[in-house]
């Protein structure tokens, strides 16, 4: 096992990872920017290390003073987190040439996945169900035009780089297709410095839903089950729940086995997230899949009691997963994120101080965050504040806890996403399950 790992992040991730690191009584460092001293995960890790000014670039994201940093307290393992490096190919081959364990996959994993034209021809030739579209990247707009014509509208033109849900095209009428291509390009250029596009069927109405998967050294892959995340906001994920309402047991096992063969194709190690589309019919298709730990892990720890960080840490430090599996899943679970934004002003960002803090708790609660009272949220970085998951043995359960919870959370200071989660959790269409990645286009 690991003698000391460092945590390349920030806010309630860092802080999640330093709370497993603990209980596995692994020493850790935290790294920090100038606009962090005063977060909860440089307090509560064993050392922390200044890397730089608050801009990303110059700290989060700065490769080299990571690295110096892990080497000055002697850590001999790096914990990415989301965001920032998690999916960096570089900085996990430079990881390894310094001889520090990154935890998380391999460059040439991350690579084959980070490019999501890449990864849907490697997925599909393990027989995993792929959106209809271009056989990877169209080379120009001749090519694209080429493409088009074999295929119905609407379709979707997808970076290849893309994150974020940023990149991302519509094209009902085929007379709008060429300005769409051009504005797609000239977007995935300046945001993930790579033109590189890919043409999708747009599937209507579908529900996201992806696979929890964990990998060993040793050649073995299981999923945990699924999280349901159709409730976003152009694209971007709010609320997400596991089990999901849609999927009866049946299609479980179908996708499923489709996850564990995705991952199997690039022998996966580590914690990792299969994506896919549901459309009305149950047909599933992959859409992407995330090398690293997700924001909505918490749903699935809390249906199966399995601690996803303390996962990713023994398969990194090459143990086994348990030979006889992990308990299937039981109960329900939801978690909303809490944003510092404005639901009445178009989820602006509300960045300032916490004035008052209150959170909730009780049976089947849990707070996963970085804030307390007085806490000054710096604007340099994601505006979620806390991630708040109820658990009940039913859904109808997970969810009046959720309210009550909801209600018992007091955040004075900023504005929060709070209230829009409240009127999420009252709204019928929610409470029966029926919805898809469109319900907040009609929520008004
Ligand atoms: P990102 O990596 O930027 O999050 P994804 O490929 O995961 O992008 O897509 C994000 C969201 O965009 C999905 O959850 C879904 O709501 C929508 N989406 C993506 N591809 C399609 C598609 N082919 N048809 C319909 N919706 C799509």
């Known amino acids: 096992m690991f003698s000391k790992i460092l945590i390349a992040n920030r806010g309630e991730i860092a802080l999640r990872i330093i709370r497993t690191c603990k209980v596995m009584g692994i020493p850790t460092v935290a790294v920090y920017s100038m606009a962090d001293e005063d977060s909860l995960h440089v307090r509560f890790a064993d050392e922390a290390v200044c890397i730089g000014p608050p801009a990303g670039r110059e700290s989060y994201l700065n490769i080299p003073r990571i690295i110096a940093a892990a080497e000055i307290t ?16 570089e900085f996990s081959e430079i990881c390894r040439e310094s001889g520090i364990k990154f935890i998380g996959p391999s460059p040439d994993m991350i690579n084959r996945m980070g490019n999501k034209s890449l990864a849907k021809s490697t997925v599909r030739e393990a027989e995993v169900p792929t959106v209809p579209g271009s056989d990877g990247v169209v080379k120009d707009l001749a090519h694209a035009q080429q493409v088009l014509e074999t295929m119905d509208v609407p379709v979707i033109i997808k970076a ?34 790579n033109g590189d596009l890919y043409i999708e069927k747009y599937i209507e109405k579908p529900r996201h839903v992806e696979l ?19 409730i976003q906001r ?29 991952a199997k194709s690039i022998r996966y190690e580590g914690a990792g997230t299969i994506e896919f589309l549901l459309d009305a019919n149950n047909d599933f298709y992959f859409m992407e899949m995330n090398t690293r730990i997700q924001v909505e892990h918490p749903v699935t720890e809390a249906v199966t009691g399995v601690d996803l960080i303390r996962e990713q840490i023994r398969a990194a430090a090459g143990e086994k997963l348990p030979e006889n599996g992990f308990p299937l899943p039981e109960g329900h679970a939801i978690e909303c994120r809490i944003n510092a934004e404005d639901p009445a002003h178009d989820f602006r960002p509300s960045p300032g101080r916490i004035e008052t803090w209150h959170q909730p708790s009780g049976l089947g609660v849990r707070v996963d965050s970085h804030a307390y009272q007085g806490y000054m949220i710096p604007p ?44 999420v959790m009252r709204h019928t269409k929610f409470r029966e399950g029926d919805f898809d990645t469109h319900f907040l286009e009609t929520f008004e």
């Open 74 to 89: 002697g850590a001999d393992a790096i914990h990415p987190g989301y965001g920032f490096l998690a999916e960096n190919a």
């Open 160 to 193: 290849s780089a893309g994150g974020g849900g940023k990149g991302m095209r519509i094209v009902r009428d085929r007379a709008d297709f060429e300005k769409q291509f051009r504005m797609a390009k000239a977007e995935a250029e300046s945001a993930f410095n």
């Open 212 to 230: 929890q998967v964990l990998g060993d050294q040793h050649g073995t892959v299981v999923h945990l089950g699924e999280r349901d995340c159709s």
């Open 234 to 262: 152009r694209h971007q994920k709010l609320i997400e729940e596991s089990p999901s309402p849609a999927v009866s047991p049946e299609l479980r096992q179908r996708m499923g086995d489709a996850a564990v063969s995705a």
């Open 380 to 423: 340099y970085y994601d505006s979620m504040i806390a991630k708040l998951i109820a658990y009940g043995a039913t859904r109808d359960e997970a969810i009046d806890r959720m309210q009550q919870a909801l209600e018992e959370f007091v955040i004075e200071g900023v504005a929060t996403t709070i209230p829009f989660h409240k009127r």
